[in-house]
């Protein structure tokens, strides 16, 4: 048996979540114990508990700190200039596949797990990260789009990010497909 940490200072925040999304995506939410956890950073799970109250805390932290990221990639891509609202659109579009595909633990826990314990906790951050996204759609477009039409855009760019997710494909590897894929989703609203 290895031996384990024994000051709590010695495990970061950072380093919890970073073994616990992992161990989240292999396994799937409940199987995910926090025992586990602490026994792959090799501490006791009373260290891990120093940090979050239990596994839902934890769980929360994780997917809500990935969708602020995804928001403040976003935010990143509407405050760089474009030379038309196009180029823009395009910007926002290829950013979410690129964050989608260079990010897919992040991803998978985000948008892809299926756990009815943590069904509660996919509510608020995902409804504010498409709501921010709808927005910025429908501001960049000439023509008024519908509720229907931004979702529908919204689900071609998931589907396309799921489709190598699954198959474990880098970004690099598809970004011409990625940018051919844009190309096409601007045209289909334009």
Known sequence: MSPRKAAYDELTK????????????????????????????????????????????????????????????????LAKPAETNEQKLYNILYQYIQFGLTHQKHYELMFLIRDDDVKSYLQEGPNKSYLHFAQAINSLTEKQLSVKEIWSIFLSMHGFVTHYCKSETAFEEVKELASSHVNFLIKAIS
């Open 14 to 77: 950072e380093a919890i979540i970073t073994v616990a999304r992992d161990l989240f995506v292999r396994e799937g939410y409940s199987a995910a114990s926090m025992r586990k956890i602490a026994d792959t950073l090799h501490c006791s799970h009373g260290a891990i508990y120093y940090h979050f109250k239990n596994k839902a805390q934890l769980f929360y932290e994780i997917v809500e700190a990935d969708f602020q990221t995804l928001n403040q990639e976003l935010e990143s891509v």
